[in-house]
């Protein structure tokens, strides 16, 4: 695809906090358009570019026939798994980019011609969000408890692994003018200073009141509530179980403690230690 130097690609491994970072850059770089963030859902606004590679002819078949009594519902499955690429290719504004792909499968000359804004997260945390996911979207279809899912994670088996590979690729990058790395127990612990770091890197600058009113816009209660950005559209479609969990879900750093046992826990210890040993990559709350 043609990269444009207006472009903005928000970027992650999946379940590192994409949508919460999505909606922040977005009313940062629109000078903080309430009205159109509500109008417009987040779907629409930020095309995400491989979506289509994982809805299988078969689910694709189903999804139509199950939503065949809705014209409209038609054309929003259609929007949500045509290809990325050539919606964006038809865009005229600024566009606006979902991709959970390594830097390494982006194009090349992404970071010379565009921004991109990295979001990541423990690790620990994103599997506990990832499972819950991968068993709400049919897309995925996720069927075996937690502790089988955590053994896949950490055996690179699971869409867009290897986990540390990906943000290790990013955070080498981390001082070029063109990529901000963020991380979610940042935005977690001080919102209004990654709002700032955001405003900074896209040349903007607000009041305080300004960056206060945008934090109540992008806190978790807000975010559940609010169509444009939760995802509800995928259980209108089936895509998501409609009785199953929601995308936007408990929004806390450190929940995984709940999911692991002692054998798990010292193996993820392990395995992270392992995985940072040749890089200076450390989440902040862990340092
Ligand atoms: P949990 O499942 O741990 O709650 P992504 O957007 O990359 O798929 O990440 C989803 C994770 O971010 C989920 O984590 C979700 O609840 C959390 N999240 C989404 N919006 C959030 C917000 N406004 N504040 C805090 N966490 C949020």
Same mark, same amino acid.
Not at 14 to 36: F, H, I, K
Not at 82 to 111: G, N, W, Y
């Given at each position: 695809?043609?990269?444009?130097?207006?472009?903005?690609?928000?970027?992650?491994?999946?379940?590192?906090?994409?949508?919460?970072?999505?909606?922040?850059?977005?009313?940062?770089?629109?000078?903080? &358009?309430?009205?159109?963030?509500?109008?417009?859902?987040?779907?629409?606004?930020?095309?995400?570019?491989?979506?289509?590679?994982?809805?299988?002819?078969?689910?694709?078949?189903?999804?139509?026939?199950?939503?065949?009594?809705?014209?409209?519902?038609?054309?929003?499955?259609?929007?949500?798994?045509?290809?990325?690429?050539?919606?964006?290719?038809?865009?005229?504004?600024?566009?606006?980019?979902?991709?959970?792909?390594?830097?390494?499968?982006?194009?090349?000359?992404?970071? &010379?011609?565009?921004?991109?804004?990295?979001?990541?997260?423990?690790?620990?945390?994103?599997?506990?969000?990832?499972?819950?996911?991968?068993?709400?979207?049919?897309?995925?279809?996720?069927?075996?408890?937690?502790?089988?899912?955590?053994?896949?994670?950490?055996?690179?088996?699971?869409?867009?692994?290897?986990?540390?590979?990906?943000?290790?690729?990013?955070?080498?990058?981390?001082?070029?003018?063109?990529?901000?790395?963020?991380?979610?127990?940042?935005?977690?612990?001080?919102?209004?200073?990654?709002?700032?770091?955001?405003?900074?890197?896209?040349?903007?600058?607000?009041?305080?009141?300004?960056?206060?009113?945008?934090?109540?816009?992008?806190?978790?209660?807000?975010?559940?509530?609010?169509?444009?950005?939760?995802?509800?559209?995928?259980?209108?479609?089936?895509?998501?179980?409609?009785?199953?969990?929601?995308?936007?879900?408990?929004?806390?750093?450190?929940?995984?403690?709940?999911?692991?046992?002692?054998?798990?826990?010292?193996?993820? &210890?392990?395995?992270?230690?392992?995985?940072?040993?040749?890089?200076?990559?450390?989440?902040?709350?862990?340092?």
């Amino acid at each position: 695809m043609e990269v444009r130097p207006s472009d903005i690609f928000v970027t992650s491994y999946p379940r590192s906090g994409t949508t919460w970072t999505q909606e922040l850059v977005w009313m940062v770089a629109n000078d903080l &358009d309430y009205e159109t963030s509500n109008a417009i859902p987040l779907t629409e606004r930020y095309p995400f570019l491989e979506f289509s590679v994982f809805v299988h002819p078969v689910m694709m078949k189903r999804f139509h026939d199950e939503n065949s009594d809705s014209e409209r519902k038609i054309k929003l499955l259609e929007w949500v798994t045509q290809p990325a690429t050539e919606q964006l290719a038809l865009m005229t504004k600024q566009r606006f980019i979902k991709s959970h792909l390594p830097l390494s499968l982006l194009p090349p000359d992404l970071l &010379d011609t565009a921004k991109v804004v990295y979001v990541a997260r423990d690790p620990r945390d994103v599997a506990v969000s990832f499972y819950h996911l991968n068993r709400a979207m049919r897309t995925q279809g996720y069927i075996d408890d937690f502790k089988k899912y955590w053994k896949f994670f950490i055996s690179d088996l699971h869409h867009w692994t290897p986990y540390f590979e990906h943000l290790k690729e990013s955070w080498e990058k981390r001082n070029h003018p063109n990529l901000l790395f963020l991380f979610y127990e940042e935005l977690s612990k001080d919102l209004p200073k990654a709002v700032r770091r955001v405003a900074d890197f896209l040349g903007k600058s607000f009041t305080n009141e300004e960056i206060a009113k945008l934090c109540e816009h992008l806190s978790i209660d807000n975010f559940k509530n609010n169509k444009s950005v939760n995802y509800d559209v995928m259980k209108e479609l089936g895509i998501l179980i409609s009785d199953g969990q929601s995308f936007i879900r408990k929004g806390k750093a450190g929940g995984w403690r709940d999911y692991f046992d002692e054998e798990m826990e010292q193996e993820a &210890d392990k395995w992270m230690e392992k995985n940072l040993r040749d890089t200076d990559l450390r989440f902040p709350h862990l340092k």
